[in-house]
């Protein structure tokens, strides 16, 4: 089922040295299994179930240089760390490497610990030693087990137990153009602890044109009662192939929300993999992938209840345009025992050219009872009947696309509490729009 | 202003209209009335240039241009008005910004400058006074949640703010309450002028007693089949549209 190990990507990655020895038995052992797990496993071809709709074939056939060694002196304009409604701790990789000098480090509020992994290594790795020392056993997992290979960065994120953050922490990862098309990776770990409060900003931005590939997983835990609000927003360059996973686990009467824009990138693919452990914790998901030109942008959303009373909410809507394609897996699984809980999810999708694709698959598996779960999803195209309406108050047809789909997409943002953010997402995704200059002024 | 001949259109293949004829001068208000299914809508819908509404036969001219040549939107621009029989919920599409978008596009179309936010506001302002509409409806989508009251008080308020020169009223007296009705009807009085023209497409004769019809004509299987003043508004409400057209061959209708 694996591409030959002579693939040109996995020759170039696994002709690159060892990351240097953490000084962690545990952690360089982690990474020489996973590195092995690559080697023999290679990349999943499209028989693999949740790559069905995402071939690797011509990614697999491109090499990329590993490490940036003038990361640290890469120019980037201040401009694309700022955001409305975004003012306070920020952490910042470029190309993988932690950058102090962008980063907003000083005066961490109290209860708040925000480093980059590669100082938190050097001091105790003990309390990371759950997440990090993980053996990916999939095929599926080609992409976990290159980033626990070769990771050497990201983000350790704790909120102490009773600690409410007022300001959100920014987290932002910008690829930047090099010489070669590299391979870069980020691991992070986020804690929230018991009834802690958390807004989150993670960010993946472009600074100039390339075409790296870069890997992300990460791990999320929310304690007991505590609440993150967590928006990612996607502008990586357009030729940028970045693979992610995020893990979340949601303790009792945890409540996390996630909004996420994937707007960038050539090929981009999202697992989202949330497990509700504990009684009455809540997940609300939101999110916006909107492919245009040759774009490929994957969401695969898998969704555990696995205690009582638990609730997830989720609206995902896709716009693809031009020759782009969208693919969209929404998993719900209600697991034995987890009696009382209401899972709902819909996916709505716009295909604005002919030559457009998305392929959506809501998927439910219920094991419990007394459950409440409702899923859907559309793909389409605008209505007649609300086109005709505007224009016939004078708004002309391209304009009154424009408008439809901005208001389609924009939906997902109707409950990000952030005003000043969600207007300013809101303005990215209308812009995003092949009719964007067409929008009524 | 308005001349429709021998107008033929069909829908999904079937023939709707068959062969319609009426005049309407500038000033006038014309109440069309008729049985159900008779072609009403239809009418409204190939008059505002609805995609579908296929013509097959006959034209239609509008300040002596062929209105039928138009765009919908380039319809609008110049002038007409269609209040729909079924307002349309457009979910994230505020109510002030779609007004303020579809008022600047006529206006640019016109060669009129555009009205910026603090102009639009004080002219919706006004507006609002006359139709008795609060605020709060502005600040929501497009007719989404809005009772069916409030759609069609929603529609006449558009028309206030578009300032139509023919404006086409598909029932918008349907499912109004009594005291919704004459604020409508007051609503439409108040635009009423020497240049301006009203299709009032109606079940009842209610309306009229508020809004009065220089003509009442009565549409019937896709033809006017009677026309006559106001009276004729009065002599339906007893009899019902039996022997009504009785002169047409293919006029009667049930
Ligand atoms: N889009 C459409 N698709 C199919 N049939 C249609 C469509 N629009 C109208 N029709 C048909 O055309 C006929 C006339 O419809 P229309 O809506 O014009 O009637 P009306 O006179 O307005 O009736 P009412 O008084 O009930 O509103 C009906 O038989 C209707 O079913
Ligand atoms: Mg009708």
Redo the contacts between chains.
Sequence with gaps: MSQPASSPLLASLLDAPLPPSSGVAWLDAARRENRASFAAGGLPDTRVEAWKYTPLRALGQRPFASGDAAAGARAVDPSILALPGVDGPRLVFVNGVFRADLSALDALPAGLTLQPLSQALEGDAQPLRFALSRHYREIGDAFARINAASAVDGVVLRVAAGTRLAVPVQLVFVGAAAEADLAWHARNVIELGEGAGLTLIEQHAASGEQAHLATLVGDIEVGEGARLQHVVLQDAAVGASLVRRSSLRLHARAQAGLHVLELGGALVRHDIRAELVGDDARLDTRGVFMPHGRQHIDTQLAIRHQALNTVSSSNWRGVASDRARGVFRGAIVVAPGADGSDASLGNKNLLLSPGAEIDTKPELEIYADEVKAAHGATVGQL????L??????????A??RA??T???C??VLDDLPNEALRDHLAALLIAQLPMAAEQ?? | MLKIENLHARVEGREILKGLSLSVDAGEVHAIMGPNGAGKSTLGNVLAGRDGYEVTAGSVTYNDIDLLSLAPEARAAAGVFLAFQYPVEIPGVNNTYFLRAALNAQRKVRGESELDSMQFLKLVREKLKVMHISDELLHRAVNAGFSGGEKKRNEIFQMAVLQPQLAILDETDSGLDIDALKQVAEGVNALRSPARSFLMITHYQRLLDYVVPDFVHVLADGRIVESGDKSLALKLEEHGYAGIGESHPAGAAA
Excluded: H
């Design positions: 209505d007649e009947r609300a005709f309406y505007l224009r016939s108050r004078g708004i002309a047809l304009p009154a408008l439809l901005g208001a389609f924009r939906a009524p002024s």
